[in-house]
């Protein structure tokens, strides 16, 4: 591949993720495609992660690494306490609670810190015999940081640290104590003073450190949001009409969510809103709602409470081009985020290919928070409070009208996953 720097010369990188394919999941997709498209711009990775087991798998997502990526591989002390090894996608809310417990109590920052062990271990092999240019290290977890902040201390490597969520701001955020709060917040602030500069992935966010850490340089905290990868939806697109899409509910759901359904999430007031809007109009089908990807025991009998099992069906995690397709045969999207100060900052990866499939997005999400803020400003949908299941009544009503439309192609291309590899590319270029 010719090399996109003006002086010819390419560069090497060592990206450090734990979460990489064949894992699945919205938080592999954002190193996925910065690996795949960083050449281009004159930038080759070498990616050290994690082993290869845990409870959400997509083996699809194999094939999008290029053959140019080199992936190196620790083994992971304790994994056990993150869902290592396992494959359901419908999982028990009290036993992850509980496994939380134990790690938040025993393991900081988190359950991920014994990962780091034979991750350095991996880490000097390489350095032994190789010269990299710079670093980057993606949370969560946090403990990943910890990785880059010894390989800039300890061999003067530029590093960037990229945030994909807040680390004692995220809304699982849960010290057991204030002396865990304490070490939380001073290694947080240890990685964003030390490392060259911090990559978040919402303007909110970066205001929020700013503040947290007033001594950070404005130009030091940079934001570069997720995205979508046009080649994935044009993959989606020759799936579906080679396949006719034949998940029965993958068709016959004009609502959908995908993604995983979190603890947090106001799923209780999605479903209110849907009763309320299912006793006001008689077009009952119109409102069917598919939740594709992990969910919880728990929220299987929400629904079942709110006696909607005929209306709301779940279904397990499936390829990302299947859960693509499945975007381009909705109606209408759904996006759910905790109403919190902690939830105003997330503006969660899956909205961007929600944009770029042009429909209309209900967004039951903190109504002056980030999301909410996008979605109004491309007009992609409607924003519910939510608190108020009447708001959801109202989106439902507003959205399912066979004139509502998502945003305009044009306003969604600055979200290209190409063109944000191109940004993370020349924050590289300038830190070396």
């Given at each position: 591949m010719a090399p996109a720097r003006a002086d010819g010369e390419r560069r090497r990188l060592l990206y450090i993720a734990y979460f990489f394919p064949p894992l699945g999941g919205a938080g592999v997709q954002r190193t996925l495609k910065f690996v795949r498209y960083l050449p281009e711009f004159g930038w080759d990775a070498t990616v050290?992660?994690?082993?290869?087991?845990?409870?959400?798998?997509?083996?699809?997502?194999?094939?999008?690494?290029?053959?140019?990526?080199?992936?190196?591989?620790?083994?992971?002390?304790?994994?056990?306490?993150?869902?290592?090894?396992?494959?359901?996608?419908?999982?028990?809310?009290?036993?992850?609670?509980?496994?939380?417990?134990?790690?938040?109590?025993?393991?900081?920052?988190?359950?991920?810190?014994?990962?780091?062990?034979?991750?350095?271990?991996?880490?000097?092999?390489?350095?032994?015999?190789?010269?990299?240019?710079?670093?980057?290290?993606?949370?969560?977890?946090?403990?990943?940081?910890?990785?880059?902040?010894?390989?800039?201390?300890?061999?003067?490597?530029?590093?960037?640290?990229?945030?994909?969520?807040?680390?004692?701001?995220?809304?699982?955020?849960?010290?057991?104590?204030?002396?865990?709060?304490?070490?939380?917040?001073?290694?947080?602030?240890?990685?964003?003073?030390?490392?060259?500069?911090?990559?978040?992935?919402?303007?909110?966010?970066?205001?929020?450190?700013?503040?947290?850490?007033?001594?950070?340089?404005?130009?030091?905290?940079?934001?570069?949001?997720?995205?979508?990868?046009?080649?994935?939806?044009?993959?989606?697109?020759?799936?579906?009409?080679a396949s006719g899409l034949p998940n029965a509910p993958l068709r016959d759901c004009p609502i959908l969510h995908a993604g995983q359904l979190n603890p947090e999430r106001p799923l209780e007031t999605y479903l209110q809103g849907l009763r309320i809007f299912l006793e006001r109009n008689d077009a009952a089908?119109?409102?069917?709602?598919?939740?594709?990807?992990?969910?919880?025991?728990?929220?299987?009998?929400?629904?079942a409470e709110a006696g909607l099992s005929s209306m709301v069906e779940f279904s397990p995690s499936c390829p990302h081009r299947e859960s693509v397709a499945a975007l381009l045969r909705a109606r209408v999207l759904l996006l759910l985020e905790q109403d919190s100060e902690r939830g105003s900052l997330i503006l969660p990866g899956k909205i961007f290919e929600y944009f770029r499939s042009g429909r209309p997005i209900l967004a039951v999400v903190p109504t002056d928070g980030a999301a909410a803020n996008l979605v109004r400003s491309l007009d992609a949908g409607w924003v519910a409070d939510p608190s108020r299941p009447e708001s959801v009544a109202e989106g439902l009503e507003r959205l399912l009208r066979p004139d509502s439309v998502g945003p305009a192609p044009e306003v969604v291309q600055r979200f290209e996953r190409r063109t944000l590899a191109g940004d993370l590319a020349r924050l590289l270029d300038g830190v070396v």
């Open positions: 050290v992660t994690g082993p290869a087991s845990y409870w959400l798998r997509d083996d699809s997502l194999e094939g999008e690494v290029p053959p140019s990526v080199r992936v190196v591989r620790a083994p992971h002390w304790g994994s056990r306490f993150v869902g290592g090894g396992g494959r359901s996608t419908r999982r028990s809310a009290s036993r992850i609670r509980g496994l939380r417990a134990v790690s938040r109590a025993l393991l900081v920052p988190d359950a991920y810190v014994g990962w780091t062990v034979p991750a350095r271990r991996v880490l000097r092999d390489l350095l032994r015999v190789e010269r990299f240019d710079a670093v980057i290290t993606t949370s969560s977890p946090d403990s990943t940081h910890l990785l880059g902040r010894w390989l800039h201390r300890s061999q003067q490597l530029p590093w960037i640290a990229d945030f994909r969520d807040p680390w004692t701001r995220r809304m699982s955020y849960a010290p057991p104590t204030e002396l865990h709060h304490r070490v939380q917040q001073s290694l947080e602030r240890s990685v964003l003073c030390e490392a060259n500069r911090v990559v978040v992935t919402s303007d909110a966010t970066r205001q929020d450190y700013l503040q947290l850490v007033p001594s950070l340089r404005p130009d030091s905290i940079v934001t570069i949001t997720n995205g979508f990868d046009e080649g994935d939806f044009r993959d989606a697109t020759e799936w579906m009409d089908e119109s409102a069917r709602t598919l939740f594709l990807g992990g969910h919880y025991d728990a929220d299987v009998e929400k629904v």
